[in-house]
């Protein structure tokens, strides 16, 4: 047997797919580095140690760890090996479980995986429930080498949940987002997806890609937006519909719900100013809103605004396009 192993001494970032750009332009403007890695393999960038040791980082942060980047190899090496039984073997020797991220080789990569233990690398159905297992990522630079870390920053498989999609019954694909940001609040806090019994207050509904989610798990929703939502949804005996700007009514004009949901389309600052009034008034328990970008991203904002709100969680949703989803739980 002919293995050996190159431990590296940074880390290495996984973009999104088709969002390299995204993850390279954070990397320059929110932390000061070179967009320009050490070593790329399709949307995995390599940054050494010494490539790393300027960034500046957010308050409390101990590491850079992108939104833009699903998930972080936290200590790298390299393993240069023989066989597909070899590389297998040698992944397995650290620990069971392993998800591949493949740009190159995609066969041999594939091979090497049917010979680890199973995980479910397959599109989901919602609602799914993500352990909280230690999950490592590989990636094959050829036939006899690959890339791999133990520890990463993300639960799931290679950092990025699939859904099976609906193409018939939801009124938008917005409706991805959603499933994704309260499986992502599961994960992160606990917290039950909302459910009978339970009250949720949707700014800019329409045309209800998100209520129909919500309602869909048996949750009353009070739907705000200017036009009204698709047909079905309107005439859904758990959806009180209000047309009116959302952002205009204060919570007290809502009263108290379990979760408030925002996926309009404004000014981050606008809709800083609206989670601040709903935290303020202790009418919700749970906050998930969508940061809409207007052009280059306002780091200092997200940084010192967004992100230092008690018990949030800043995230970049696999479905998210040029936009953040802020998690809060109150």
């Not at 580095?33 to 140690?49: M, T």
């Not at 990522?137 to 006899?144: P, S, V």
């Not at 990463?152 to 290679?158: E, G, V």
């Not at 108290?256 to 709903?278: A, G, M, N, Q, T």
Request: proline share 6%; hydrophobic share 40%; glycine share 6%.
């Amino acid at each position: 047997m002919s293995v050996s192993i190159q431990k590296l001494n940074g880390r290495a970032f996984l973009s999104f797919t088709e969002k390299s750009g995204f993850l390279e332009s954070e990397l320059k403007d929110r932390f000061g580095i070179s967009p320009v890695a050490d070593k790329i393999y399709g949307d995995l960038y390599y940054y050494s140690k010494d490539s790393l040791k300027n960034a500046k980082l957010p308050a409390g942060a101990d590491a850079v760890v992108p939104y833009f980047a699903r998930t972080v190899m936290e200590d790298p090496f390299i393993v240069h090996f023989d066989s597909i039984g070899e590389a297998a073997g040698e992944l397995k020797k650290i620990q069971r479980n392993w998800a591949p991220y493949q740009y190159t080789c995609f066969r041999r990569a594939q091979l090497i995986q049917e010979k680890l233990p199973y995980i479910n690398l397959k599109d989901r159905k919602f609602p799914v429930k993500i352990p909280q297992s230690e999950i490592g990522l590989y990636t094959l630079i050829d036939e006899h080498t690959m890339i791999c870390s133990a520890k990463t920053t993300s639960y799931i498989p290679a950092g990025k949940i699939t859904w099976v999609e609906d193409h018939e019954n939801p009124p938008s694909r917005a409706y991805l987002k959603i499933q994704e940001s309260l499986t992502l609040f599961n994960l992160f806090y606990g917290e039950e997806l909302p459910h009978e019994g339970q009250k949720c207050f949707e700014a800019g509904a329409c045309p209800g890609g998100w209520t129909w989610v919500l309602v869909g798990l048996g949750a009353q929703v009070h739907a705000v937006d200017r036009a009204e939502l698709a047909p079905e949804l309107m005439s859904n005996p758990l959806v009180k519909f209000q047309a009116h700007d959302a952002f205009t009514l204060k919570p007290e004009d809502i009263g108290p719900v379990d979760w408030v949901f925002s996926d309009v389309i404004c000014y981050p600052e606008r809709l800083l100013e609206w989670i601040h009034k709903w935290i303020d008034s202790g009418m919700t328990k749970n906050i998930i809103c969508t940061i809409k970008m207007q052009g280059d991203i306002d780091w200092k904002m997200i940084d010192e605004q967004f992100a230092v709100i008690p018990n949030s969680k800043i995230v970049h949703l696999n479905y998210n396009k040029h936009e953040l989803t802020i998690l809060i739980k109150l």
